[in-house]
């Protein structure tokens, strides 16, 4: 696990860019799956059995990035944002594009910190003019944070967590599911972070019975963080709700009935802000019942999110038992 989480954090995949993502993904997949289909907005639809009712599970395999917006003539980049991003984040962080130039976040003046905005902010890659900056970036080039992959004892530091983590759960459970009691659907969507958009296409094409939505999600296990029954090291968190959806109770029910079963560990979430690809699938056609099975993360949004390993491993032993009920 800890080497899948490495290689697939530390690829380059912002939201609308998963080119190289999608590959790492399909190359982990392929020993697996019965078949494998990438769909016209670049979704990866691998399934695994052939029998029973369909079961979609997602995993969004986009990350949050810049996107420049223009060059000056001293060659700093303007930018904006891919998903959610704080500027709070960005300073003295380093920004690395698809074509390897790597740059530096800066801002304008020290004294605008209260206020921070991104159109107070600035990238350097090292140009001294727009024509020498041309030659490394370009006008819509797309961006990620530039960070390696730490791992201290159980502890997973690294950018792209969400949700890379989601994604490894899922290729986890593809290798180790033997019996599956469904047609199931690995789907790797895209552009989630902008919009849930790749799960709205292929949750349409895909037509589930039922589904569920693999996903980071928020703690309260910080000092004097916001009230809130998930913590790091304690099990998957079954989303119970969040602002876009409410847990179907057949998915909620099943999945506590699974875990209790297989005696892993497990929290109940109630997400008070955000969502994942869920509430769009559950709105697929004429509805899918559906519900989230979530990775406790600690500073999700940021060039170092947190998990623990022990929950990316509890979460694939509880959605192998459920599949194989």
């Given at each position: 696990?800890?080497?899948?989480?490495?290689e697939?954090?530390?690829?380059?995949?912002?939201?609308?860019?998963e080119?190289?993502?999608?590959?790492?993904?399909?190359?982990?997949?392929?020993?697996?799956?019965?078949?494998?289909?990438?769909?016209?907005?670049?979704?990866?639809?691998?399934?695994?059995?052939?029998?029973g009712?369909?079961?979609?599970?997602?995993?969004?395999?986009?990350?949050?990035?810049i996107?420049?917006?223009?060059?000056?003539?001293?060659?700093?980049?303007?930018?904006?944002?891919v998903?959610?991003?704080?500027?709070?984040?960005?300073?003295?962080?380093?920004?690395?594009?698809?074509?390897?130039?790597?740059?530096?976040?800066?801002?304008?003046?020290?004294?605008?910190?209260?206020?921070?905005?991104?159109?107070?902010?600035?990238?350097?890659?090292?140009?001294?003019?727009?024509?020498?900056?041309?030659?490394?970036?370009?006008?819509?080039?797309?961006?990620?944070?530039y960070?390696?992959?730490?791992?201290?004892?159980?502890?997973?530091?690294?950018?792209?967590?969400?949700?890379?983590?989601?994604?490894a759960?899922?290729?986890?459970?593809?290798?180790?599911?033997?019996?599956?009691?469904?047609?199931?659907?690995?789907?790797?969507?895209?552009?989630?972070?902008?919009?849930?958009?790749?799960?709205?296409?292929?949750?349409?094409?895909?037509?589930?019975?039922?589904?569920?939505?693999?996903?980071?999600?928020l703690?309260?296990?910080?000092?004097?963080?916001?009230?809130?029954?998930?913590?790091?090291?304690?099990?998957?968190?079954?989303?119970?709700?969040?602002?876009?959806?409410?847990?179907?109770?057949?998915?909620?029910?099943?999945?506590?009935?699974?875990?209790?079963?297989?005696k892993?560990?497990?929290?109940?979430?109630?997400?008070?802000?955000?969502?994942?690809?869920?509430?769009?699938?559950?709105?697929?056609?004429?509805?899918?019942?559906?519900?989230?099975?979530?990775?406790?993360?600690?500073?999700?949004?940021?060039?170092?999110?947190?998990?623990?390993?022990?929950?990316?491993?509890?979460?694939?032993?509880?959605?192998?038992?459920?599949?194989?009920?």
């Amino acid at each position: 696990m800890k080497h899948l989480i490495k290689e697939l954090t530390e690829s380059f995949g912002p939201s609308g860019s998963e080119d190289k993502i999608r590959e790492t993904i399909i190359e982990k997949v392929r020993p697996y799956a019965d078949s494998i289909n990438v769909d016209k907005m670049g979704n990866i639809i691998a399934q695994k059995g052939t029998s029973g009712e369909r079961l979609m599970l997602a995993a969004h395999m986009d990350e949050i990035g810049i996107i420049v917006t223009n060059i000056d003539d001293k060659g700093f980049l303007r930018f904006s944002n891919v998903g959610g991003l704080s500027p709070f984040t960005l300073i003295g962080e380093r920004v690395v594009f698809a074509n390897g130039t790597i740059g530096v976040f800066g801002m304008e003046k020290m004294d605008d910190m209260k206020d921070l905005k991104i159109n107070k902010m600035f990238i350097d890659i090292g140009a001294l003019s727009r024509e020498e900056a041309k030659q490394k970036v370009k006008i819509g080039d797309m961006g990620t944070f530039y960070r390696e992959c730490s791992i201290s004892g159980d502890y997973i530091i690294s950018k792209a967590l969400d949700d890379r983590a989601g994604c490894a759960v899922l290729i986890k459970v593809m290798e180790q599911l033997k019996k599956p009691g469904y047609q199931t659907f690995f789907v790797f969507t895209v552009q989630e972070e902008v919009g849930l958009r790749g799960a709205k296409t292929s949750s349409f094409g895909v037509d589930p019975d039922l589904a569920i939505a693999v996903d980071v999600t928020l703690t309260g296990d910080t000092p004097e963080a916001p009230k809130m029954a998930v913590a790091l090291g304690k099990g998957p968190a079954i989303k119970l709700k969040d602002n876009s959806i409410i847990s179907h109770p057949k998915i909620k029910d099943a999945l506590i009935s699974a875990a209790e079963q297989k005696k892993v560990p497990y929290q109940l979430e109630v997400l008070e802000f955000g969502g994942t690809d869920s509430g769009a699938i559950h709105l697929s056609r004429s509805g899918v019942p559906s519900g989230g099975l979530s990775i406790p993360s600690r500073y999700v949004h940021s060039p170092s999110e947190m998990v623990h390993l022990k929950d990316l491993e509890m979460a694939v032993e509880l959605l192998t038992g459920f599949i194989e009920g």
